[in-house]
């Protein structure tokens, strides 16, 4: 105390003279929490608004605008359509961004968050007067006062104590109360007895302490900072979706650029080079693409929200689908937070009770005659209560007065013996000693009819040194040797759980032997010689879907790691429970014990498990992280500070995986904040974490983790149907312009039409496609390779650029060719018309029947071809959007009109007339029709040989030499990382190993492997995982037998992953 | 072709080297698909060309009604010159005399082809079904000398030596389109002076009405006379079947044009089926500007 008053200057009775705070005060600051400083929102607007892309757009739209203003300076009064051509670019570029900002912009800022948990007022003692105060004006030094229901409003060294609790479970992730007294117990700071934090909730008793840390420099300051500081990571669709457009725009500005040389060489004034260059800019960028994808995110994140995840960052729907490393919070997370009993133990057997939150398991058997007693002991020896007036609530969510063993207990008294409330009535309590933490026990007497019932709870030791007989089967039975060896084993087996063990025990008094008023102190006295009842066991139980949840993930490839700020021995039993360590699986100090050899001497790398504390982890040498990562595919990371769980999602992305942190506490929010997404939980998450995630779980459970992989992974399949649709006429809008160019026709399709279907017509069948349903079972295959597997990739792109979309274009061209034909212009004649077509001048062009046409007639006509090409892409884009519903799948096999949506859809687009701008004729929708019907058959023949030569080369899939080969390998287990990768690996697993359905497969015909890692378990197989990156850390999954799985199905199975698809 | 920087890209690229004769595949697969294709392309723009007739165009909704032009053709339909310079009018000249030459007579003496239509507008000559099952169709005759002083035949320089300026007024060809003769109500006076229920007149007057006093006498020479297009010319059938068809033609002169100011003029065809239109400056109508320096 004294070298704290020096240390701080201060006065450990009288605190600080008001003089002196308030120089500290303008020394350090106000003690709270600063938002840290953020671009100006013009800033953030005006970058939105430069993209690649928008430059591009920017550029042709000042192309426009110049080509628009040159014609008008030359008096040239024939047309507008430049302007129009400008202003509908600019509104797309300024709309687009406008909605970028949006998105942004609600991402808003976290320290706001952080604000809610600051206290306002606090007691402070200053020049020996006690004093309220802001809490902001508190300096170090300052001595304060808190009780039970404040916030603790700083950083304090606890001097003096009484029964003070406070409640860190959202700083470190304690679920439980803990207690506050002078004494240092631990080195650690975090862990020590005598500093509350800033921000906890003091739950009772009292303390007083000095401020050693305000504002930024408290702990809960640093994790602000932290969290703040962390940037955003990119989301990977983000990330797919700018490689992507890089590509788009460099393509466009390649095309533009040669096309605009190819102009001035072959002597086209500059101005008109220009409009080419802009025109192939417009014809070639997909606009609609990022409108397309929004919507199809969103609307996964609306479908995600019925199912109880609500997503804040639309992109984030995504990322969940690509997943491979879910980094979990233990409390509230995994399990329920809150106190439950777990185990009984009476006449030397252990009973489980029922956990689950809605009390729908198994209740235990209760027809042991021991059992009545121990009941009442339960009922009785209970200081807790329900709240009045929840008759009607269920007992697990009936609102309790009194600390959380003590209402566990109560609860569960209620659940199996019926109303306490009756009970206690019945045996009123005529004097009690509360728990204490220097007894360790709690002791109450009761009247019971002719006698007094003393009952008694507490730490299993301490209840046995006042015990003298124990009871078996009703009856009471002297201790012995043998009965106290069973008990210290089944005390060792339930701690060992992590849970946390308490005795009962009872005692019948004769009448009047302790009399109402007595002090509580005389109680321990009478309390002795007494009959042990049983066992009790506490813990925070996993929640009832998580252990299911788990498995899902591990079959879908992704990596459980619990990161919690508990203690090592709780957080390595729930693990265990919930299958995170799965059964069978051993530590380091489990095959020690198993060999009976010294920790030391067990090499590590014989576990698949691994349970590492935060100062074993601050010990570890700089990637010796990610080497225990690599090693073990078990991890659990106990007692981490809120920078260690940062450290292991940053390790876990360094390995290349994409990390999903979820967590509740304010601890979690700097993961929650770096990992590619942070799922908050939403009923018992703070503020911090909400704002720091990218979605929040409203019912709490991890389950929903696994509906969000299962969405996000169809949601990336599905836009890549998207996207292969959007692309495909690409070609067939930039088409006309090449030939324009080349050909010199008159011009087949203008740019405001290629403006109206990129943003009006084909909006709504791109979109519908993100209502596809899944064609395998996406469960059952590995996250996607965020450096492999992208959105678009060579053969995707080919498949759509250079055979469908050329088919689109030529039916473009036959239709635009017969309906110039038709008016009297023969397809000779067109080619290399375009200059005295184009001449204003020109009233008297003679056509193939030597018929004169005006310019205005001609330019009609000129309309009536972009009609007519943009019916002919819409005809084949209705075609198009049914072989992009399935990717392997005849469509008669999925079903052509299951959705409604994509029927509606197409139709209300194409429908004759939405386009009313044009002319219209029915007999131009049937020139394309053979086209469509050309592209429909054209897939469905590849769709049959991929389905018939799974990753054999067939027609029309271009495959790429050397990834493709493979015959069909084992289905279970790992599946060969194929699962939406159309062409680019199909890597197909080799010989499998052991019998269908056993473990892993070695993917084929992979690159050299740039690491490997040795599969640690099962050890007698010796599989190799050879994908780089992400499979490194991956978890080999170890997936049961399904017998039920014919040898049939299973060929059938593998030959659906191993097909080439686009 | 999309991915060029990623690692499976240069992957590709590698196994391409690796396997030359994959890239072979891929570029005979190429070949064969794109050859398909054109195929199936070519074929159906042949099987569509089989559905279109070579005589008559399946749709004229986008070339009717015709349009209506003016030789000499100019740029900017500005007719800039001085009356004293041979130079500055010697385009317009040129564009008349090439213009005329199949008007002369000497080009219209084979009977095969042609046919004397008379003097004096007369109704529509329907020449039978629009194919050559008989043939090639006659064409009337259009005597050059109805042109009178615009003609050339007097006068080389067409009225622009002296700055009274020729045009000749013709209606552009649409096959099969026979454009009817004006009920009256609607026509300006001097047009009704000439009233023939045969004959699709033309008129100019000054675009705006300031000008009015500025274009002064404009006369106007058509067959017979008739300041017009006798219907006798129409239909047209088609330059496989009227190679040598000669559109009637009016002749305006401007005899008393304004000299060193812009004159705008209107000239306008009257029909019931020959419609004006804002979009279309050249239907049915045109306007053409004059500037006569005097030095």
Redesign the interface.
Same mark, same amino acid.
């Given at each position: 105390v004294k070298e704290l008053e020096i240390k701080y200057g201060t006065s450990a009775t009288k605190g600080l003279s008001e003089a002196e705070a308030a120089a500290r005060l303008q020394r350090d600051g106000p003690n709270a929490l600063r938002p840290p400083r953020g671009t100006p929102g013009l800033v953030r607007f005006g970058r939105q608004l430069a993209g690649g892309l928008q430059c591009l757009m920017w550029v042709a739209a000042a192309i426009c605008l110049i080509a628009y203003g040159v014609q008008r300076g030359q008096g040239d009064r024939g047309s507008s359509d430049n302007l129009y051509l400008a202003v509908a670019l600019i509104a797309v570029v300024v709309v687009t961004g406008c909605f970028g900002y949006y998105q942004e912009f609600k991402s808003t800022n976290i320290i706001a968050s952080f604000r809610n948990l600051v206290p306002q007022q606090a007691t402070v003692v200053r020049a020996g007067q006690t004093l309220q105060v802001n809490a902001a004006e508190l300096v170090l030094g300052d001595l304060v006062e808190i009780k039970g229901g404040d916030r603790v409003p700083a950083d304090i060294r606890v001097l003096a104590a009484q029964g003070c609790k406070v409640d860190n479970s959202s700083l470190t992730g304690e679920s439980e109360p803990q207690t506050r007294s002078p004494e240092c117990t631990h080195e650690s700071h975090l862990e020590t007895r005598n500093i509350a934090f800033f921000s906890t909730m003091c739950l009772e008793g009292t303390a007083t302490g000095l401020v050693i840390g305000t504002g930024e420099r408290t702990v809960i300051g640093r994790i602000a900072s932290l969290a703040s500081g962390v940037g955003n990571e990119k989301t990977p669709i983000a990330v797919e979706i700018e490689? =992507?457009v890089d !590509?788009i725009a460099g393509?466009a500005v390649f095309f533009g650029a040669t096309f605009f040389l190819v102009a001035m060489l072959i002597g086209y004034p500059l101005l008109r080079a220009a409009v080419f260059f802009m025109a192939i800019v417009v014809a070639y960028v997909p606009e609609g693409l990022l409108a397309t994808v929004t919507v199809c995110l969103s609307l996964t994140a609306k479908r995600l929200a019925r199912r109880n995840c609500v997503v804040k960052n639309l992109e984030a729907v995504e990322t969940l689908g690509s997943t491979s490393v879910i980094c979990s919070d233990k409390t509230g997370t995994l399990t329920q937070n809150r106190m439950a009993v777990a185990h009984l133990w009476l006449d030397g057997q252990v009973l489980a009770a029922d956990t689950t939150e809605d009390q729908s398991g198994e209740a235990f058997e209760q027809r042991s005659a021991s059992w009545p007693l121990l009941s009442q002991v339960i009922t009785l020896c209970n200081r807790a209560q329900f709240q009045p007036g929840q008759e009607g609530v269920p007992v697990a969510q009936r609102d309790v007065i009194g600390d959380a063993s003590e209402s566990a207990l109560l609860k569960f008294a209620e659940v199996t013996s019926g109303p306490v409330a009756a009970a206690r009535g019945r045996f009123p309590k005529v004097a009690e000693l509360p728990f204490n933490s220097s007894n360790k026990f709690q002791v109450s007497v009761h009247e019971a009819g002719p006698q007094q019932l003393l009952v008694l709870k507490g730490a299993p030791e301490r209840v046995l040194e006042r015990c003298r007989g124990y009871l078996r089967e009703g009856e009471e039975h002297p201790l012995d040797p043998e009965w106290r060896r069973s008990l210290e084993g089944a005390c060792l087996e339930l701690g060992g759980r992590g849970e946390r063990v308490l005795g009962f025990c009872a005692r019948w008094l004769p009448p009047g032997s302790v009399a109402a008023g007595t002090p509580p102190e005389a109680l321990a006295e009478v309390a002795t010689g007494l009959c042990f009842a049983g066992l009790v066991s506490l813990i925070d139980p996993p929640r009832a879907t998580v252990p299911q949840a788990v498995r899902k993930c591990r079959t879908a490839g992704i990596r459980v790691i619990m990161v919690t700020g508990d203690h090592p021995v709780t957080a390595k039993a729930i693990a265990a429970a919930v299958g995170i360590i799965s059964e069978g699986s051993e530590t380091p100090e489990d095959v020690a014990t198993r060999l009976h050899l010294p920790l030391e001497q067990v090499d590590p790398r014989q576990a698949r498990a691994r349970v590492v504390t935060g100062s074993e982890l601050a010990a570890l040498a700089p990637g010796a992280l990610e080497e225990l990562l690599r090693t073990h595919p078990e991890m659990v990371f106990a007692r981490t500070s809120p920078q260690q769980k940062l450290l292991i999602v940053e390790s876990c992305q360094r390995l290349g995986a994409i990390v999903a942190v979820t967590g509740d506490g304010v601890n979690d929010s700097p993961a929650l904040k770096k990992a590619d997404i942070g799922v908050a939980m939403g009923i018992a998450g703070s503020d911090a974490a909400k704002q720091a995630a990218d979605m929040i779980l409203l019912d709490d459970n991890f389950a929903s983790i696994v509906t969000g992989v299962e969405q996000g992974r169809l949601i990336f399949d599905n836009l890549k149907k998207s996207i292969a649709y959007t692309l495909t006429k690409n070609i067939p809008e930039l088409a006309p312009y090449l030939v324009y160019i080349t050909a010199s026709v008159p011009l087949p399709l203008g740019c405001i039409t290629i403006l109206f279907i990129e943003l009006c017509t084909d909006i709504f069948p791109s979109v519908s496609l993100a209502y596809e349903r899944a064609e395998s079972d996406i469960m059952h295959l590995r996250p996607r390779d965020p #450096? #492999?597997d #992208?959105l678009?990739?060579?053969p995707l792109?080919?498949y759509s /650029? =250079?055979?469908i979309g050329? !088919?689109q274009s030529?039916a473009g =061209?036959?239709d635009y060719? &017969?309906a110039m034909? %038709?008016?009297?212009w023969?397809?000779l004649l067109v080619l290399g018309l375009r200059p005295r077509w184009e001449d204003a001048?020109e %009233?008297?062009l003679?056509?193939s /029947? +030597?018929?004169?046409?005006?310019?205005? %007639?001609r330019r /009609? %006509?000129q309309y $009536?071809c972009y009609t007519v090409f943009f019916i002919s892409i819409e005809v084949c884009q209705i075609a198009d959007v049914l072989i992009r519903k399935t990717r392997r799948l005849s469509l008669l096999q999925q079903g052509l009109f299951r959705y409604t949506w994509v029927c509606i859809g197409c139709f209300l687009c194409y429908c004759p007339g939405m386009p009313n701008v044009f002319n219209f004729m029915f007999q131009w929708w049937l &020139?394309p029709m053979?086209f469509g019907l050309?592209i429909l058959v054209y897939d469905e023949i590849r769709k049959l040989g991929v389905r018939r030569h799974p990753g054999k $080369?067939h027609? +029309?899939t271009?495959? !790429?030499? +050397?990834?493709h080969l493979g015959t069909p390998g084992p289905h279970l287990g790992t599946p060969g990382g194929t699962w939406n990768s159309p062409g $680019?690996?199909l890597g197909t697993p080799g010989p499998h190993l052991g019998t269908p359905g056993t473990h892993l497969g070695t993917p084929g015909p992979l690159?050299p492997p740039l690491d490997s890692i040795p599969s640690p378990h099962p050890p007698q197989i010796k599989a190799q995982v050879t994908r780089p990156g992400v499979c490194r850390c991956l978890l080999l999954v170890e997936r049961p037998k399904n017998p039920k799985r014919s040898p049939r199905n299973h060929q059938k199975v593998t030959k659906k992953r191993k097909t080439l698809n686009t | 072709m999309a991915t060029g920087r990623n690692s499976s890209g240069t992957r590709r690229r590698r196994s391409c080297w690796a396997a030359p004769g994959a890239a072979v595949k891929i570029l005979l697969f190429y070949v064969i698909f794109y050859g398909c294709l054109a195929g199936i392309f070519i074929g159906t723009i042949q099987v569509m060309l089989l559905t279109v007739s070579e005589f008559e165009p399946k749709y004229q909704d986008r070339v009717a009604p015709p349009g209506l032009t003016q030789i000499p053709q100019v740029q900017k339909t500005e007719i800039t010159f001085t009356a004293s310079e041979a130079g500055s009018y010697e385009p317009y000249v040129r564009n008349l005399d090439n213009f005329l030459r199949d008007y002369s007579a000497e080009q219209q003496t084979e009977n095969i082809v042609f046919q004397d239509c008379g003097d004096t507008p007369t109704e529509y000559k329907d020449r039978g079904p629009y194919n050559d099952a008989q043939g090639q169709k006659k064409v009337c005759k259009f005597r050059r000398e109805w042109l009178e002083n615009c003609s050339g035949l007097n006068d080389p320089s067409y009225g622009y030596k002296d700055g009274k300026p020729c045009i000749l007024v013709k209606l552009n060809r649409i096959i099969g389109f026979k454009p009817q003769a004006p009920v009256n109500e609607s026509l300006p006076p001097e047009v009704m002076a000439k009233y023939n229920p045969n004959l699709i007149p033309v008129h100019c007057v000054a675009k705006r009405e300031e000008d009015a006093d500025k274009i002064g006498a404009v006369e106007y020479y058509g067959m017979g006379g008739y300041p017009g297009f006798g219907l006798q010319y129409y239909p047209y059938y088609g330059k496989l079947l009227q190679p040598r068809y000669l559109q009637p033609l009016v002749a305006v002169q401007f005899t008393n044009l304004t000299y060193d100011m812009e004159v705008r003029v209107e000239c306008r065809a009257y029909g019931q089926n020959i419609v004006y239109s804002d979009k279309d400056r050249f239907q049915g109508r045109f306007d053409i500007k004059f500037y006569i320096k005097s030095s």
């Open positions: 490689h =992507f !590509i393509l #450096r #492999r #992208r678009v990739n060579e792109a080919a /650029y =250079f055979q050329v !088919i030529l =061209f036959t060719f &017969v034909a %038709q008016e009297g023969w397809p001048h %009233q008297e003679q056509d /029947y +030597g018929q004169q046409w005006t310019f205005a %007639q /009609y %006509q $009536t &020139v053979p050309l $080369t027609l +029309g271009p495959w !790429i030499p +050397g990834t $680019t690996h690159p | -």
